[in-house]
């Protein structure tokens, strides 16, 4: 691909699911990237920094995603091909919709119109077809085959190994708040910087998003047939309360709620679990799979969603900088769409695509 004029240097700061994605895309068009973090992608204080994440395109009435997560898919895919590391899981996913299924019936709009394979299956079927499962208040469930656990630390760091295979050039570092100017040697800078966003840009991002404290639990499994990796599907609960499980093999089965806790510093937070917190996860683990109602607690800890008002993520230009870039508020969704998101960055800051609507930061100039 010919190299663009106006971009031929680039910065990226932040070597997390974003950042690393991006400037993997802005080095596959020709652009001389260098690629910051101050501990390294997927370290421990990183919102990428966990064992699993889950990949799926059931999204409510969000359309916008089902079509990054379809764009996400072949990529790390690819990446897995490229490397011949395990990266995707293929598990299928069910969604145990509540009383209120308006999210669920919206879902499964979008999947149909975009020809994503799933299915609708009363509490009875989805028995049979899963037995080790308790669908008892369960409305429906919506099953899709496709869906995946992304093995999360692991492929952030195949993504920054793939970049330097290609020529890009990485430094550990921490890089200063944004002071209105850019380095010399740079045409754009990208800061993908997950929940330090709001610190480094306190004009502009400040609590636009917020770093949020999200406990993580997991449970040993029995070393047998029907518990073994890729056995169990991915489950999310929805209702009263959304708790969400992956279940990964060695690494037990891992279960989080998705409400959004307490404000959170990503810097000096503390990440250890409450007693309390590892008691209802334990409840709901032994609510629907009720086998596992004694499996031993392995691990534990405090993450931080980087959340925005609605959601939505940013990716847009610095108002004040127009070649500075915003790119965060992954939201508790974000890992997934690492691979597009990354694209649509590069795309847009080479000017061969428009930006996003829902990602600007104008929608937020009425608070
Ligand atoms: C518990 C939990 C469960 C989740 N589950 C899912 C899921 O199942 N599916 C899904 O798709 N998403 C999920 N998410 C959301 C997803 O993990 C995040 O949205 C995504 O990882 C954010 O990536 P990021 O690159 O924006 O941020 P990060 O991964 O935090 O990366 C930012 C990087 O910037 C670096 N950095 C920060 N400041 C500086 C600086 N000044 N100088 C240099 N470097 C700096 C940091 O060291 C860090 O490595 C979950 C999140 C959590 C916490």
Redesign the pocket.
Known sequence: MPQPRSVTRATV????????WTALHLLRRGVHVTL????????P??????D?????ATYGPDRIYVDLTLASFPQWRALQKATGQLVLRETGALWLAARDDRWERDAMGHLRDAGVPHQQLSPTQAKKRYPLFNFSGVNFVIEEPGAA??R?RAA?ALVLGQFLAEGGTYRE?????FDGRTPPDTDIVV???????G??FPDVIGDLIRPTR???FYFGLPSMDGYRDGQIPVWLDRGPGIW?S?PSGGQGIKL?S?DRGPVFD?DNGDRGVTPAVLAEARAKLAERLPSLAKAPFLDGKA????QTPDSHFIIDRHPKASNVWL????????????PAVGELVAECALERRKLEPTFLLKRFAKR
């Open positions: 700061i932040g070597a997390g699911a974003f950042g690393g910051w973090d101050a501990w390294g992608p997927a370290n204080r990183a919102s990428s920094g966990d699993t994440r889950i990949i799926r656990y992304l999360a952030c570092g921490r890089v200063e708040a800061y993908a910087c997950g929940p330090w966003m610190k480094l999200q406990e993580l969400y992956i989080a998705d990503p993450c931080q969603y980087e790119v965060g508020g992954g939201s508790g969704h974000g890992f997934k769409h690492g």
